[in-house]
């Protein structure tokens, strides 16, 4: 056998026996990081790519030939100058110079045999970490082989329970987590799982919450009234982290048609946003009766239309059926079919006048479903002139879910603070994104007309679900009050969360349950 | 200056839409001036106009400058609520207020803008292409950018001088110091905001 042979034999076998003592895919990414190198110095270094080693650090794949070896050699390298106790050790302990084998060169290294393997004898606690182990290292006493040891800090109860020959002297220091020690010097890395970021977005309400009420010491008042307060600009840095991995940069100031502009500010824009009004002819309260009616409430009316299509960008015009797109939301020039439905109210809402009126993409919505042949309620309407974007559905919607998320918590934990402030984030939110002086990060005025109109558009679906299932619907006012007539109960999940419905008590005469008459004809 | 030959220097030859970045400034800049919201031919708002203008020299000063030259009796009966101004005067009333009001958070505006050193994050909305012929648009992506700096104060300043000549060189310095090489499209714009 000539000598170069012989060193290909050698080489396969150290090889071998690198690969019997590859650490676990934790131990390579934690070698790496103690050294402070970087994925890419080590890819380069071992002759891959930086996925392949960041495939090796995470488990995914095991290193493969032909960078096998090199990253191993480079592991156990490593794994001699920063051992599986080193980053874990408070300054304290690796200063004492006690009994305890701890510290990297106190530790006799592992006994291989001939074969290439790790000696085995009897099994007794580890030299490093205490916990029992066949390997032996050179001096005879047990060793687990490589650094394959848990940090002493993770096993200590277990070490001072099993362990009675090297008992440490030091006084056992607090515990240090047994993760890698971050290196200060290298950023934390950017990107986010998207739980992560809604769990840490949904941290900074309860986070709020917290701050107030230690600032105003317990007062829960006073903290509610401070969280109302600062409701804008927390709900504002809300949405900028919910928007921080999105797809589209909407636009925050565009300029506006004159149908969007106020004419002063006190005096409203040309949108008719449907707000209902509906009381039904045949019923009175005037009349005494006994028809047993209930006052339902839509809970967070306001916080579930924030799924509705809105407008990404500025609103172009378009003339007839042009802006009509699934894809596009905006505001429409309509001339609205008339409604002749007996029992339902006009998704239309309490218009008087006839003739053309602007609404708004989520009223022209339904209006255009309840055309189609499913329900075949009205004609469609004609569209004479249209302002719209490029849309999409899921612009508020992560802000949608973490406070529905956070409120729903909030209600199991009877937290009427947090609740408060939720509620202040949203409706003012929405009250504040047109043109208003209390909120100068956005000047929608198009996105508050969709998603009030959008709220509308919901109770009418609710409405329409009532009437279905055959309960009479009595009356239907405003952004969340329905009045039906009947077991309700069977058709509406009672509750406080978004998807159920609750009874609304009010100083009206109309709320709660109460009992009507037919009107006089 | 910018360039006198670049191709959007002449706006709307093709039909593009906008007004020039400078106007857009002095726009945005009105927009963050707030006073009294109850319009001037209400008992209210007339009190509070009337108050404003009274309480300093510059109030005078002011009333001056829009054109009331009423005696002192007349002003005391309206003050008192003795006598209404006439139509004219009403509306050079309301002139002069918002006048007096805006010399008057001139140093508010700097230094809300300035915002102690950090500046102001503009939007810049680019001009509306959506009549040009399709072979003529070109690819205008909405721009943010955080504007620092003496601009602000100049621009305030220009301001409230109705110095249009000056805002519009304000708005070409800012525009070429801080957008890319197109930033000749962005001379005129649709509109521009912040919050501030």
Redesign the interface.
Known sequence: MSGEQFDRVEALLEEARLTARMPKPAERLRLRQAAGLSRAQVAAAVGVGRQTVANWEDGTTDPQPPGRFKYLRLLEGLAQIHPAAAPAQGPTETAAPSGAPVAGSAVPETAWGPNGLAVQGEPAPCLRCGVTTPYKATDGRSLHPGAMCQSPAAVAPLQAAAVPVPAPVSAPSPAPSPGPAPVPSRPQRRAKSAARAQAETAGLIGQAVHEELERAQGDADAAMKALVKRAIPDVMRLFGETRATARY?Y??????PDILTKP???EPDQIWEARPNFHHPRYSLKNPGSIAVTALDVNAAYLSALKTWLPI??L??STGMDGIDPKRSGVHLITPSPWHHPHLPDPLGDRDQPGPVWVTNATLRLLLRLATPKYGLLDPPVVHESWTSGATENFLDALRKTLTAARETAIAEDDTITLEYIKAMYSKFISTMGES?HN??I?RPDWMHIIHSQAYANLWGKAYKAHQAGLDVIAMMGTDELHVAGDWRQVFPEGRGVAQMKIKHSDAKASGEYTIGTAAR | MAGTSGRWRDLGAFRARGVHGGVALAEGIDRMVTGIESPVDSERGLAARLRYLTASDAGYEAMDRAGIHVRPRTLIAWLAGEQTPSKANLARLDAAYWDLRRCNVVAGLKRRLNNRGRGTRIEIDPVDQSRVQHRHQRDLQTRNINVRGAVWDRAVDAWIAHDTQELEAIWDDIIQSTLGTDWDAYTHVSSIGWAA
Do not use: V
């Not at chain 1, 636009?251 to 506006?256: I, R």
């Open positions: 940069t636009t925050a100031y565009p300029a506006l002063s500010k006190r960008g500025k172009e015009h002086i100068r990060e000047m």
